[in-house]
């Protein structure tokens, strides 16, 4: 989704600001702009559409336009095709053109979210004289803001205030006034905006890697607040306009977690972690060794009465996160006996049937801000359940919003398609599962240490997995041209299929669909023909069998197979034209090395096609619309 950014201090704007945008870039974008402010003069607008570069190249890297203050921009867009004229910065002088040069105006800013009334607030402020040059909604957020700033010649935190109360929708906003040189004033609801400050600047983002190359100290702006930004100041206000504190949090991750450090792609590289990231979120949760190990879920808050308490859980998720759900379900269910319903966050938010009482409801989010899970967490809490929230993001939304939160430390995820966040999230589910099983008496201590030392074993076995990446290569080479591609399996077999198809079709554009194996025969097997690849998931001792007959009804039809299992089961040889193994552990948790394979995939496909690895068409990073 959009990215903004935005910088006050001693420094040239332009390249400040262009560096963060470059930082935001994996949120996915069609067009970006800058606005910079030179003391008092009007601020000077530039606009491109398609790559960041071209904006890097139309302003000599930021350094033709002079000043120390301004606000950048990413738009992804939603209201009005990419175009630059709908590209933001948005002002709310009249503009002729696609807004790029010197524009004489009261208010300028830029917008990421959505106004959902925007179109009635358009009629008002036409209704006044206003007229708009862009189909954006932004336009009109910002043009409402100068409304009220003359209107009722209040200041800008009180037109901001009136503004907001006035919008519905969601908003990381970032204005300028004419009248006000060298400060910015932000707004927040429901979408992501950090603050960040050292002694002599002030900056503004999306996200945290946009600013960790100036400064560590970061304020999260919550929602309806507002703040002022001066050099080295940043004061915050609530929606009465009063002066709110906020504290200052120290970011842990050094800059280069968010840079390439040497691999083609961020997506190969977050591969890559996988080892170290899920190593650091089991020592998060695990303490202990030999007899005294156990799983601590005292900073996450879930005591062990409340674990024996719960009768029903459901967890909440998009895309990727709903697959950890649906795995998480066979594996919360078979370890401790307790009904869990996997739902899209997106249907789940709508759903009027009502939760049982007694319930927990899990959201699953890598960044903490994807609109429809926010939105299922608030509908879960308003019907009075209680909630529990598996984030990456420190001090994201959903982390602050839920009742406990359980953090995964992947780090900072650049590529699109999430992989290591993947992975930590289905080790917190593991964990979970473990720790409500004994908590409620399903595991005894024996089998209790057991299952945390096969948990404990993941790293290790990821990078085993890692260590036969060429064999896939070799593999996604041969496959460059496939046209569809089936996945099978059963049981966590079938989640694994689900994560390892998406990551195959957004990232390789290769079709691509995962089916229960015992399905695929009630229609969809009408689609295998000569040489379709359909993939198979053969973790899962119990149902290998089934499976292979599934897949041998595909071979028969055509199909070219390829089994996923693990170590020993070689006898799959004898079935399928190509087999990748994965080491042994526990078969509930094999889906941690199984996707790994998949991911490679995914990965060497995309490459071998020439397609941008980490910024998939169409894709943004965090949906922070619905
Ligand atoms: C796919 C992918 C998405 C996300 C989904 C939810 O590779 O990354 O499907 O999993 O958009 O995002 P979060 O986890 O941020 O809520």
Not at 258 to 266: I, T
Not at 313 to 321: E, K, L, Q, V
Not at 372 to 387: C, F, I, Q
Request: charged share 25%; with cysteine.
């Amino acid at each position: 989704m959009c990215g903004i950014v935005g910088y006050v201090g001693t420094q040239q704007a332009g390249p400040v600001l262009l560096e963060g945008l470059e930082k935001l870039e994996y949120r996915g974008y069609d067009s970006a702009g800058i606005a910079v402010r030179n003391g008092s003069e009007d601020a000077e607008v530039v606009k491109t559409i398609g790559r960041l570069q071209n904006l890097v190249e139309r302003t000599d890297g930021g350094k033709a336009v002079a000043g120390t203050c301004g606000i950048g921009h990413t738009r992804w867009a939603t209201h009005g095709a990419p175009s630059k004229t709908n590209a933001h910065p948005h002002v709310s002088g009249n503009c002729t053109g696609s807004g790029s040069g010197r524009v004489e105006s009261l208010v300028v800013g830029v917008h990421n979210g959505i106004i959902e009334n925007y179109q009635e607030l358009k009629a008002k402020l036409e209704r006044h004289g206003y007229a708009f040059y862009s189909q954006t909604d932004t336009e009109v957020l910002i043009k409402l803001v100068d409304y009220y700033y003359r209107k009722y010649k209040v200041g800008p935190i009180d037109a901001l205030a009136k503004t907001i109360v006035r919008v519905r929708g969601s908003y990381a906003l970032a204005v300028m006034f004419k009248d006000i040189p060298d400060k910015i004033f932000v707004a927040r609801k429901d979408s992501p905006m950090i603050i960040g400050k050292n002694d002599h600047e002030t900056f503004l983002a999306s996200d945290v890697p946009a600013i960790l190359n100036h400064t560590r100290q970061v304020y999260y702006i919550g929602n309806l607040e507002m703040a002022e930004l001066s050099a080295g100041k940043a004061v915050f206000y609530n929606l009465d306009g009063d002066v709110i504190e906020k504290e200052v949090t120290n970011i842990e991750w050094d800059a280069e977690a968010a840079e390439k450090g040497g691999y083609e792609h961020f997506m190969i590289k977050e591969i890559h972690e996988q080892p170290k990231v899920s190593e650091d979120t089991l020592h998060k949760y695990v303490f202990g060794e030999g007899k005294n190990v156990k799983i601590d879920l005292s900073e996450v808050g879930l005591t062990e009465e409340k674990m024996k308490a719960y009768s029903q859980i459901y967890i909440a998720a998009c895309g990727s996160a709903w697959h950890v759900g649906m795995e998480a379900q066979y594996v919360i269910e078979e370890l401790v006996g307790i009904p869990v319903r996997v739902e899209l966050a997106s249907e789940f938010r709508y759903r009027k049937s009502g939760i049982l009482p007694n319930s927990l409801v899990i959201i699953i989010s890598q960044s903490g801000e994807t609109a429809d899970s926010l939105a299922a967490l608030r509908m879960a809490k308003e019907k009075g359940t209680e909630t529990l929230a598996i984030v990456n993001v420190v001090g994201s939304s959903i982390a602050r919003e839920a009742d406990y939160c359980m953090y995964t430390l992947a780090g900072p995820e650049i590529s699109v398609a999430t992989t290591k966040a993947y992975t930590c999230q289905l080790i917190c589910s593991f964990l979970l599962a473990v720790a409500f099983a004994k908590a409620r008496g399903r595991i005894d201590e024996e089998q209790y240490r057991y299952y945390i030392g096969e948990l404990l074993s993941l790293p290790g076995k990821i990078e085993a997995t890692l260590s036969d990446k060429e064999r896939i290569q070799w593999f996604a080479a041969k496959y460059a041209n496939a046209r569809d591609i089936f996945f099978i399996g059963r049981g966590i077999d079938y989640a694994i299929c689900l994560e390892g198809s998406l990551k195959m079709k957004e990232i390789s554009y290769i079709h691509s669909e995962a089916y229960a194996a015992g399905e695929l025969k009630h229609g969809t097997i009408s689609l295998i023909e000569d040489g379709t690849l359909v993939i198979g998931a053969l973790t899962q001792s119990d149902l290998y069998e089934k499976t292979i007959s599934n897949m041998m009804e595909c071979k028969s039809r055509g199909a070219y197979l390829m089994g996923l299992t693990s170590y020993g089961k070689y006898d799959v040889e004898d079935n399928v034209n190509f087999a990748v193994y994965v080491p042994r552990v526990d078969e509930h948790f094999i889906g941690v090395p199984a996707i790994v394979p998949l991911q490679l995939l995914g990965y060497y496909l995309s490459v071998s096609n020439g397609l941008d690895v980490d910024k998939p068409r169409n894709l943004a990073k965090s949906v922070t619309v619905e």
